[in-house]
């Protein structure tokens, strides 16, 4: 098993890259485009996916506090990147995003809702402003509705994953979420 451990979190650091969504103002042209942006960079992926995951570790109210104060604020941050408003050390953030949350996620964390909900909209604000940055020709409605779509997706998915292992095997979301903050941590040093 330590083996299989050392070699998810090499191949996941390995093919880490910086901003693989960010694909510049040609390639966002629809709500399809919205709807990929997420899927197609590995720094957007893995925190959508960790939000549903750690989502779906935290008790009662937060379970669903947490992506909605996500998707919330990725729509506000992508408001405030159509509007021209600038926001410091956006891709940092979203590296750090996948870093923070794979530490979580490792640690089985449970924060007070007091500091998990503004962590998480910072992370959104970030995600959501890189979207709004390369939104170029396209329909602001329709590629926001496209990003916000398949970020809930992701949600789910990674909250249902992480539903099913935390009751049968724990260790494995254990696992993810320190693949996650190795691929994070590579991130970070490619910037």
Same mark, same amino acid.
């Given at each position: 098993?330590?083996? &299989?451990? /050392?070699?998810?979190?090499?191949? &996941?650091? %390995?093919?880490?890259?910086?901003? +693989?969504?960010?694909?510049?103002?040609?390639?966002?042209? $629809?709500?399809?485009?919205?709807?990929?942006?997420?899927?197609? *960079? &590995?720094?957007?992926?893995?925190?959508?996916?960790?939000? *549903? /995951?750690?989502?779906?570790?935290?008790? *009662?109210?937060?379970?669903?506090?947490?992506?909605?104060?996500?998707? @919330? #604020?990725?729509?506000?941050?992508? /408001? @405030?990147?159509?509007?021209?408003?600038?926001?410091?050390?956006?891709?940092?953030?979203?590296?750090?995003?996948?870093?923070?949350?794979?530490?979580? %996620?490792?640690?089985?964390?449970? +924060?007070?809702?007091?500091?998990?909900?503004? #962590?998480? !909209?910072?992370?959104?604000?970030?995600? *959501?402003?890189?979207?709004? $940055?390369?939104?170029?020709?396209?329909?602001?409605?329709?590629?926001?509705? !496209?990003? /916000?779509?398949? $970020?809930? @997706?992701?949600? +789910?998915?990674?909250?249902?994953?992480?539903?099913? &292992?935390?009751?049968?095997?724990?260790? +494995?979301?254990? %696992?993810?979420?320190?693949?996650?903050?190795?691929?994070?941590?590579?991130?970070?040093?490619?910037?």
């Amino acid at each position: 098993m330590k083996k &299989l451990q /050392i070699a998810l979190a090499s191949a &996941l650091l %390995i093919s880490a890259t910086p901003a +693989l969504a960010h694909t510049g103002p040609l390639a966002q042209n $629809s709500l399809l485009a919205g709807f990929a942006h997420p899927l197609t *960079g &590995l720094d957007h992926l893995l925190a959508m996916l960790a939000v *549903g /995951i750690w989502a779906a570790m935290q008790k *009662g109210k937060q379970q669903l506090a947490v992506p909605a104060v996500f998707l @919330t #604020l990725l729509l506000a941050g992508f /408001i @405030t990147a159509v509007n021209g408003v600038q926001l410091p050390l956006v891709e940092g953030t979203i590296a750090s995003s996948v870093l923070v949350m794979g530490l979580l %996620i490792a640690g089985m964390a449970r +924060l007070p809702a007091a500091l998990s909900l503004p #962590l998480i !909209g910072l992370f959104a604000l970030s995600h *959501g402003f890189a979207h709004g $940055s390369e939104l170029g020709a396209a329909s602001a409605l329709t590629f926001a509705a !496209g990003f /916000i779509a398949s $970020s809930l @997706t992701l949600h +789910l998915a990674g909250g249902t994953l992480s539903a099913r &292992l935390l009751s049968k095997v724990p260790t +494995l979301t254990r %696992i993810a979420g320190a693949a996650m903050a190795l691929t994070g941590a590579g991130l970070l040093t490619s910037l």
